[in-house]
């Protein structure tokens, strides 16, 4: 089975733009979860989507947000990028019924110059 | 207050040796579960193995265990026969059943070397 994908691998992008990044869940898992790891610590939790609906939110500003789609797909959106959004963004998905086992994708890395 | 504490940046241990990483938690929420993840050099997270605040027994997959002691609230993971390829970033994560939402909160990671 396909575990998670996101897309793009890698993002350059400048300083005052936005950017789109897309999820896709294990086939069966309807929770997708956002994380930012910023190099050197730990993924920071940043939405949490279940049926389409917002479930969670982290501390981060409202420059973020995301939506999920019928096919529970998602994607993150950064408005005016600031040179601190470099980072790498993680998608989860969690199976029905066991929504604390996060299972993750390979992360799309996102430098802003 | 940091939720999960990581105190160990860097470890090294020998190819067959066993190591412990350290975890230390902080919660109020009695229903609480506990997770390991294993990071490569690819970034990608890979999860090792899971406690639960009411479970009694620790938690075992293959070579991973978990040393929980609830009343110290900590959680070190112990791999037993290293291995090359253990060689990554660990990170030890939080999950509380208050916050309603299913985020996991992490520490800052612990570097393990395997030397051959």
């Known amino acids: 089975d396909a575990g998670v994908t996101q897309s793009p691998t890698h993002l350059i992008k400048t300083r005052g733009q936005h950017v789109t990044l897309r999820c896709s869940p294990i086939?069966?898992?309807?929770?997708v979860s956002w994380y930012q790891q910023v190099l050197g610590q730990g993924p920071q939790f940043i939405f949490q989507?279940?049926?389409?609906?917002?479930?969670g939110r982290g501390n981060f500003p409202d420059r973020f947000s995301a939506r999920q789609f019928p096919n529970y797909s998602s994607e993150l959106n950064v408005n005016a990028l600031l040179l601190g959004d470099s980072a790498l963004y993680l998608c989860?998905?969690?199976?029905?019924?066991?929504?604390?086992?996060?299972?993750f994708g390979p992360g799309t890395r996102l430098t802003v110059t | 207050a940091q939720k999960i504490t990581q105190t160990q940046p860097g470890m090294f241990v020998q190819e067959k040796e066993a190591v412990t990483l350290d975890c230390t938690y902080d919660?109020?929420?009695?229903?609480?579960?506990l997770f390991w993840y294993k990071q490569p050099s690819s970034g990608e997270m890979i999860f090792l193995i899971y406690?639960?605040?009411?479970?009694?027994q620790n938690a075992t997959e293959g070579r991973y265990s978990l040393n929980f002691q609830k009343a110290r609230k900590s959680a070190n993971l112990v791999i037993s026969a290293s291995q090359l390829g253990d060689s990554a970033m660990y990170f030890c994560a939080m999950r509380e059943r208050e916050t309603g939402a299913n985020n996991l909160f992490f520490g800052t990671g612990t570097r393990l070397t395997v030397i051959p």
């Open positions: 989507y279940y049926e389409k609906e917002e479930r």
């Open positions: 086939s069966g898992h309807k929770s």
């Open positions: 919660t109020s929420d009695p229903s609480y579960g």
């Open positions: 989860a998905s969690s199976p029905p019924g066991r929504s604390g086992e996060q299972y």
């Open positions: 406690q639960g605040s009411y479970d009694q």
